[in-house]
Antibody, heavy 122, light 107 residues
Framework: QVQLQESGPGLVKPSQTLSLTCTVS??????????WSWIRQPAGKGLEWIGR???????NYNPSLKSRVTISVDTSKNQFSLKLSSVTAADTAVYYC??????????????WGQGTLVTVSS | DIQMTQSPSSLSASVGDRVTITCQAS??????LNWYQQKPGKAPKLLIY???NLETGVPSRFSGSGSGTDFTFTISSLQPEDIATYYC?????????FGGGTKVEIK
């Protein structure tokens, strides 16, 4: 059973960089053909896809966040990471990591982490 | 960017009622649409993929239909455990977009 666990600071100051790591257990991050995504959800609001990385290292980002987002993968640690720069209070949210499974006709987030709350405040 | 418009944003229904949620894409997305259920404090759970395919283990009272730009999600007989927020999501080769969500409550 694949499990994902987000980790990182719960409090980030405005204008600084938010950094989170997702540790994958129950399977190798580099085995199979999967994407690995970050998704966030402000309190009481909807879900927003941030971006994804393939095991090869290729990435796609939400155009609205692209200038501030970097997603990377460390296969030796079975982890992938999110960096979001120049944060403001609007970046306060629960951040989820997820595994993306796909075929020629479908694409799903089939495993999710439990989520971690990041608050942007001085 | 493809925008997803989901409606209603909330609804209240009685146990046993048929519940319908719609999702409209800003352009043709073929069948590339998923539906997720999210309960308070939990991560979303996949219910329907490729517009109409039921994920393994999901009760058959949940169903999805549609293609192109207009999609429908249905709970045939609402149960107390179905209280949650439901999201549609489109996917293409550039990325993914969620609808705004529909909060389902018991009347």
């Amino acid at each position: 059973q694949v499990q994902l666990q987000e980790s990182g600071p719960g409090l980030v100051k405005p204008s600084q960089t938010l950094s989170l790591t997702c540790t994958v257990s129950g399977g190798s991050i580099s085995s199979g053909s999967y994407y690995w995504s970050w998704i966030r959800q402000p309190a009481g609001k909807g879900l927003e896809w941030i971006g994804r990385i393939y095991t090869s290292g290729s990435t796609n980002y939400n155009p609205s966040l692209k200038s501030r987002v970097t997603i990377s993968v460390d296969t030796s640690k079975n982890q992938f990471s999110l960096k979001l720069s120049s944060v403001t209070a609007a970046d306060t949210a629960v951040y989820y990591c997820a595994r993306d499974n796909y075929s020629s006709s479908w694409y799903v987030h089939d495993y999710w982490g439990q989520g971690t709350l990041v608050t942007v405040s001085s | 960017d493809i925008q997803m418009t989901q409606s209603p944003s909330s609804l209240s229904a009685s146990v046993g009622d048929r519940v319908t949620i719609t999702c409209q894409a800003s352009q043709d997305i073929s069948n590339y649409l998923n539906w997720y259920q999210q309960k308070p404090g939990k991560a979303p759970k996949l219910l329907i993929y490729d517009a109409s395919n039921l994920e393994t283990g999901v009760p058959s009272r949940f169903s999805g239909s549609g293609s192109g730009t207009d999609f429908t999600f249905t709970i045939s007989s609402l149960q107390p455990e179905d209280i949650a927020t439901y999201y549609c999501q489109q996917y293409d080769n550039l990325g993914l977009t969620f609808g705004g969500g529909t909060k389902v409550e018991i009347k």
